[in-house]
């Protein structure tokens, strides 16, 4: 089984501040990671693929297989960077599990 | 521009109708994906179709069945809603890989179909 989690709901910081958003998951194989967000209003999309290795909009991710993570970070958080943000799992048969989300919220 | 179109964006039904929600998608991909999204717990897996009539339960399939007549067309069936179906539902599609090099491999989703069911 495959599981994805996402352990803070909410995280609120200033404009400029860095951001980090946790993602921990579980999966007996080889995964490929992603993170989504979904901006108010709008559709969820993709923010970027582990195996792009690309930063997008500022946003870098590293998988460590060792601690079975995916965070998100950003070195300084923007308005328009407040959103949902889902990291997701996608198995060697290619079912995709999301974890639970997270809302950033950046203050100005 | 790819597209994953849901044919109602608010729907509100009675406890025990059934319901059908509808989705096309035009990228010619094998995949396509029913969650549930509920503040608080995330996108849920309903079902899951890697090809024409081919389904796979995800985490949450009980009150839910699904069709796949066409591979553009993924159908979600409430056999009989209640209150707690209330929900915002997703569709999404993706292509079929067994190789992580492949490029473009990621979901794309609809709009979201906002369920009420009184």
Known sequence: ??????????????KGAPVELKCNYSYSGSPELFWYVQYSRQRLQLLLRHISRESIKGFTADLNKGETSFHLKK???QEEDSAMYYCALRAAGNKLTFGGGTRVLVKP | DVKVTQSSR??????G????????????????????QDPGLGLRLIYF???????????????????????????LILES??????????CASSLRSFDRRTPNTEA??????RLTVV
Request: proline letters at 3%.
């Open chain 1, 75 to 77: 070195p300084f958080a």
């Open chain 2, 81 to 90: 809603a209640s209150t707690n179906q209330t929900s915002m539902y997703l």
């Open chain 1, 1 to 14: 089984a495959q599981r994805v989690t996402q352990p803070e709901k909410l995280l609120s910081v200033f």
């Open chain 2, 108 to 113: 794309f989703f609809g709009q979201g179909t």
């Open chain 2, 17 to 36: 109708e059934k319901v059908f929600l509808e989705c096309v998608q035009d990228m010619d991909h094998e995949n396509m994906f029913w969650y549930r």
């Open chain 2, 49 to 75: 179709s890697y090809d024409v009539k081919m389904k796979e339960k995800g985490d949450i399939p009980e009150g839910y069945s699904v069709s796949r007549e066409k591979k553009e067309r993924f159908s």
């Open chain 2, 10 to 15: 608010y729907l509100v039904k009675r406890t």
